[in-house]
């Protein structure tokens, strides 16, 4: 019975866990895209971002991680002999790799509030894409385990990376045309 629980609270933590990942760093991107406001309008928003960034970070990402890895631990207590199984390995790899985008948020958390972040809107962009692809990968491997079709998943992702590539670029590009389009309908002097 166990194991339900924590497979349960393990799901629960990750859904948490990803949903904080993906509006962080869309908040980054408002974050990053306030610097193009006048003032106040500029030094309110960044603010007020800032604020939003701590707030999910420390309340919701973090909790969700801890949650996510805690009953992943529990989970394995309850079935050691999943430890033996290479989909595993692969899996936690993934999830080093999740750690490493977590933690690295929250340097560019830290980045933003001292106004030392050097990437751009478009740059933030893509890498808000990372936690889908690391997302469909984990998920993959832990509902296929040991039968994962490695070629067709490989493929899927490298379709996934190319479509929102194509996506992002397409999206600067909208807002590049409606920037100038603006700038066209104000009246000249």
């Not at 990372?130 to 070629?151: G, H, Q, R, S």
Request: glycine residues 4%.
């Amino acid at each position: 019975m166990a194991y339900y629980w924590f497979k349960a609270f393990h799901i629960v933590g990750f859904v948490v866990w990803f949903a904080g990942l993906f509006y962080l760093v869309r908040l980054f991107i408002y974050h990053v895209e306030a610097n193009a406001e006048p003032e106040p309008a500029q030094t309110i928003l960044k603010n007020q971002y800032q604020l939003m960034e701590k707030r999910l970070y420390s309340i919701i990402t973090t909790p969700g991680m801890l949650v996510t890895i805690a009953m992943a631990i529990g989970l394995v207590t309850t079935e050691p002999d999943v430890l033996k199984q290479g989909w595993l390995h692969i899996k936690l790899a993934f999830v080093v790799l999740l750690l490493g985008y977590h933690h690295y948020c929250k340097r560019l958390m830290k980045q933003l509030e001292k106004n030392e972040c050097t990437w751009n809107g478009q740059q933030l962009r893509a890498f808000n894409e990372a936690p889908t692809i690391l997302l469909v990968a984990i998920v993959m491997l832990a509902i296929f385990k040991d039968n994962l079709p490695t070629d067709l998943t490989a493929w899927v992702i490298f379709a996934m990376i190319i479509v929102m590539a194509a996506t992002i670029q397409l999206y600067a590009r909208k807002r590049r045309l409606d920037k100038e389009r603006v700038l066209a309908e104000i009246p000249q002097e």
